[in-house]
């Protein structure tokens, strides 16, 4: 647990447990009284076939655990709570959920059910997330509110209005000044009074990685003169009662506090500015930014790390607020914030296996078929070859290193004009790796092949660098032997992970039993990324045809277990992922079977074999399965 800082990033959900795997704790630090729960056992009876009594899914998996998700929203809630009533703050803390983190339609209706209590919102930054969280709220508190962002068309605008229309709590926040003519113009087409936010574009400049959006040369929002502009034209059309809400939002992961405050004291003056025009104001929203400690080293100079608690972002936020407010002398207005990695990071944990490593014992100088190998040198190779020789009884080993690449060289040449063969290529190559392994300067870092493809699970290490803690789920009590980085199943040379949290270029990894888990019957060796939850799912792709992974949803359970899964999604299938490219898998299957009745009917049972194991292959999941899991192989066979 030491070496992989479980500690840190972990707590207080994730632990390691006298069994050596890692054990979750889904409410936090207090169990309520249950266990704590094994994720290997989780891992296990998920992916185990039925006969086993699993449920057999593929494969890689994400289980997900909705008590934590339940705790981060309280947790937020309460801290917000807490620093509202220790400062005599006179209004309330109302958060929203940011969709676009994770639209998972169980993740939504969660968060939903488990803060409709506390009149937790959503946020929407497009029409279909406006349209899901427009459905799920029907179900939710009815002060909750619906903020609606991102960049607007007439289409987008009238659905909000008509979500008003429906009693739900729907702000319009202006992103840009042109939405204000679509939203006077539809509301009074559909006699709707809209309430209406804007996003402010302020000075306050978050310099890491997710502040881009930031400052006045940001992607969004208004500047001070189109605040203006904005407040003059609704006092034209008599509608300065419906600007209700000031949203900002300076970038994700807002490494510390005092940019927090200066962000939120200046975006408290625009709201008291406002308030001073006339416009009706209730709500700051301060959007998201509420960081993760994805390496637990709580620095603040790092975009993966951030050095404060949820207790201190509420308590800065509020006493920002408070004390511009109470200079000014305006009420305070009710505080939202849109954290949304915050919320559902911790919640679930991407699990795959490594299927095979990269060796690193030397070849044997026996089976290096080095016979007959002189005589097919050139003269320049065999100086080079009687020079490393040389060397070599002489104990020089730098020299040896350079004589043994200089042969390798000679022999390519030789090679692509012809007069080596591919045996004689192979040997030098073995030589070589036998010289550098002896030696001790070979590169001791192994490769883990892993059941898994980058770009659909893990989008933004492939895409920004960001890293996660991924650690093996068990086998803890074992001192890993060995160092390893990871590569995926794409045929792409960006599908690996090669940076790791702590600053690490490899991962401590034990080695593997057998062949690992897919093609040998031995010990699956299991690897889980952990604070994923926010983004991945959201922004994973298709590449080389790899969809998402197989999803269990699991809680606490009384039971001899201590967890019961109360859902189990395989990921999509060949078929599916298929269709997502506009294919059509059920002509392609009819098409494969037709020439399988033309080619390879013998007159026995042999095609029906076929027909049916390609009916199969469509219906599995890309990644690799254990065993042969389509009859093709018993034709093939
Ligand atoms: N609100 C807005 C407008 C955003 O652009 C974002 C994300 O960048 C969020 C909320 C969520 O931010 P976070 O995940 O950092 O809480």
Same mark, same amino acid.
């Given at each position: 647990?030491?070496?992989?800082?479980?500690?840190?990033?972990?707590?207080?959900?994730?632990?390691?447990?006298?069994?050596?795997?890692?054990?979750?704790?889904?409410?936090?630090?207090?169990?309520?009284?249950?266990?704590?729960?094994?994720?290997?056992?989780?891992?296990?009876? @998920?992916?185990? +076939?039925?006969?086993?009594?699993?449920?057999?899914?593929?494969?890689?998996?994400?289980?997900?655990?909705?008590?934590?998700?339940?705790?981060?929203? #309280? &947790?937020?809630?309460?801290?917000?709570?807490?620093?509202?009533?220790?400062?005599?703050? #006179?209004?309330?803390?109302?958060?929203? !959920?940011?969709?676009?983190?994770?639209?998972?339609?169980?993740?939504?209706?969660?968060?939903?059910?488990?803060?409709?209590?506390?009149?937790?919102?959503?946020?929407?930054? &497009?029409?279909?997330?406006?349209?899901?969280?427009?459905? =799920?709220?029907?179900?939710?508190?009815?002060?909750?509110?619906?903020?609606?962002?991102?960049?607007?068309?007439?289409?987008? *605008?009238?659905? @909000?209005?008509?979500?008003?229309?429906?009693?739900?709590?729907?702000?319009?926040?202006?992103?840009?000044?042109?939405?204000?003519?679509?939203?006077?113009?539809?509301?009074?087409?559909?006699?709707?009074? %809209?309430?209406?936010?804007?996003?402010?574009?302020?000075?306050?400049?978050?310099?890491?990685?997710?502040?881009?959006?930031?400052?006045?040369?940001?992607?969004?929002?208004?500047?001070?003169?189109?605040?203006?502009?904005?407040?003059?034209?609704?006092?034209? !059309?008599?509608?300065?009662?419906?600007?209700?809400?000031?949203?900002? /939002?300076?970038?994700?992961?807002? +490494?510390?506090?005092?940019?927090?405050?200066?962000?939120? $004291? #200046?975006? @408290?003056?625009?709201?008291?500015?406002?308030?001073?025009?006339? @416009? =009706?104001?209730?709500?700051?929203?301060?959007?998201?930014?509420?960081?993760?400690?994805?390496?637990?080293?709580? &620095?603040?100079?790092?975009?993966?790390?951030?050095?404060?608690?949820?207790?201190?972002?509420?308590?800065?936020?509020?006493?920002?607020?408070?004390?511009?407010?109470?200079?000014?002398?305006?009420?305070?207005?009710?505080?939202?914030?849109?954290?949304?990695?915050?919320?559902?990071?911790?919640?679930?944990?991407?699990?795959?296996?490594?299927?095979?490593?990269?060796?690193?014992?030397?070849?044997?100088?026996?089976?290096?078929?080095?016979?007959?190998?002189?005589?097919?040198?050139?003269?320049?190779?065999?100086?080079?070859?009687?020079?490393?020789?040389?060397?070599?009884?002489?104990?020089?080993?730098?020299?040896?290193?350079?004589?043994?690449?200089?042969?390798?060289?000679?022999?390519? #040449?030789?090679?692509?004009?012809?007069?080596?063969?591919?045996? /004689?290529?192979?040997?030098?190559?073995?030589?070589?790796?036998?010289?550098?392994?002896?030696?001790?300067?070979?590169?001791? *870092?192994?490769?883990?092949?892993?059941?898994?493809?980058?770009?659909?699970?893990?989008?933004?290490?492939?895409?920004?660098?960001?890293?996660? %803690? *991924?650690?093996?789920?068990?086998?803890?009590?074992?001192?890993?032997?060995?160092?390893?980085?990871?590569?995926?199943?794409?045929?792409?040379?960006?599908?690996?992970?090669?940076?790791?949290?702590?600053?690490?270029?490899?991962?401590?990894?034990?080695?593997?039993?057998?062949?690992?888990?897919?093609?040998?019957?031995?010990?699956?060796? !299991?690897?889980?990324?952990?604070?994923?939850?926010?983004?991945?799912?959201?922004? $994973?792709?298709?590449?080389?045809?790899?969809?998402?992974?197989?999803?269990?949803?699991?809680?606490?359970?009384?039971?001899?277990?201590?967890?019961?899964?109360?859902?189990?999604?395989?990921?999509?299938?060949?078929?599916?992922?298929?269709?997502?490219?506009? /294919?059509?898998?059920?002509?392609?299957?009819?098409?494969?079977?037709?020439?399988?009745?033309?080619?390879?009917?013998?007159?026995?049972?042999?095609?029906?074999?076929?027909?049916?194991?390609?009916?199969?292959?469509?219906?599995?999941? %890309?990644?690799?399965?254990?065993?042969?899991? =389509?009859?093709?192989?018993?034709?093939?066979?």
């Amino acid at each position: 647990a030491l070496l992989y800082r479980v500690d840190g990033w972990g707590a207080p959900y994730f632990t390691v447990n006298s069994n050596g795997n890692v054990s979750v704790r889904p409410h936090g630090v207090d169990t309520l009284g249950h266990q704590e729960i094994d994720l290997l056992k989780v891992v296990k009876k @998920a992916s185990d +076939p039925k006969s086993k009594g699993g449920l057999g899914l593929q494969m890689p998996l994400v289980v997900r655990f909705p008590d934590v998700l339940k705790n981060r929203l #309280e &947790s937020l809630q309460s801290s917000f709570d807490f620093a509202i009533q220790s400062q005599g703050y #006179e209004a309330h803390y109302q958060g929203v !959920y940011p969709v676009k983190c994770n639209q998972d339609k169980f993740v939504v209706e969660d968060i939903v059910k488990f803060g409709s209590s506390f009149r937790f919102g959503l946020e929407a930054g &497009s029409k279909p997330e406006l349209l899901l969280a427009m459905s =799920c709220l029907c179900k939710g508190s009815s002060e909750a509110l619906l903020v609606c962002n991102g960049f607007k068309d007439v289409e987008y *605008i009238s659905l @909000a209005i008509v979500a008003r229309k429906l009693h739900l709590n729907t702000v319009i926040v202006l992103e840009q000044e042109e939405e204000l003519d679509v939203v006077i113009k539809v509301s009074k087409e559909l006699g709707v009074r %809209p309430v209406i936010g804007m996003r402010a574009k302020l000075r306050t400049k978050h310099a890491g990685h997710f502040g881009s959006t930031s400052g006045e040369k940001g992607k969004f929002g208004l500047t001070t003169t189109q605040i203006l502009r904005v407040v003059k034209k609704l006092q034209q !059309y008599e509608m300065l009662d419906c600007l209700q809400l000031l949203h900002f /939002h300076i970038g994700s992961q807002i +490494p510390s506090t005092s940019l927090l405050a200066d962000g939120v $004291g #200046e975006a @408290a003056q625009i709201y008291c500015e406002l308030v001073r025009f006339g @416009a =009706c104001m209730k709500v700051i929203d301060i959007g998201g930014g509420l960081g993760i400690d994805y390496d637990g080293s709580k &620095s603040q100079d790092s975009d993966i790390s951030v050095g404060y608690s949820l207790q201190e972002y509420a308590s800065t936020v509020v006493e920002s607020v408070r004390l511009v407010c109470n200079r000014k002398g305006v009420k305070h207005p009710v505080i939202c914030s849109e954290s949304g990695r915050a919320l559902v990071s911790h919640h679930s944990i991407l699990v795959f296996e490594a299927v095979s490593a990269s060796s690193h014992v030397p070849p044997q100088m026996s089976s290096l078929g080095l016979q007959y190998f002189e005589e097919t040198l050139t003269d320049d190779a065999l100086a080079e070859y009687r020079n490393l020789s040389a060397a070599a009884v002489r104990g020089e080993y730098d020299n040896c290193l350079l004589f043994a690449e200089q042969l390798k060289q000679r022999c390519i #040449e030789q090679f692509k004009d012809g007069s080596l063969e591919m045996e /004689h290529l192979a040997a030098v190559d073995g030589l070589c790796e036998f010289v550098s392994k002896a030696i001790g300067v070979s590169d001791p *870092i192994l490769t883990y092949h892993v059941n898994l493809s980058v770009f659909t699970s893990i989008p933004d290490f492939w895409g920004i660098g960001q890293l996660f %803690p *991924i650690i093996p789920i068990h086998r803890l009590d074992e001192r890993p032997a060995v160092r390893g980085t990871l590569s995926d199943l794409t045929c792409d040379s960006d599908g690996k992970i090669d940076k790791f949290i702590g600053g690490e270029s490899s991962l401590p990894l034990h080695e593997l039993e057998g062949n690992g888990g897919v093609n040998g019957d031995s010990a699956p060796y !299991y690897l889980g990324m952990f604070l994923g939850g926010a983004y991945q799912e959201a922004l $994973g792709g298709f590449h080389n045809l790899f969809g998402g992974p197989s999803v269990v949803r699991v809680s606490q359970s009384d039971g001899p277990h201590s967890f019961a899964v109360t859902s189990a999604v395989p990921g999509p299938s060949c078929g599916d992922v298929l269709r997502v490219m506009q /294919h059509e898998p059920e002509l392609m299957f009819q098409t494969l079977k037709h020439r399988v009745e033309e080619y390879a009917d013998d007159g026995g049972n042999s095609s029906m074999v076929l027909t049916d194991g390609l009916a199969c292959c469509f219906n599995n999941m %890309p990644y690799l399965a254990a065993g042969a899991s =389509c009859s093709l192989t018993a034709v093939t066979a």
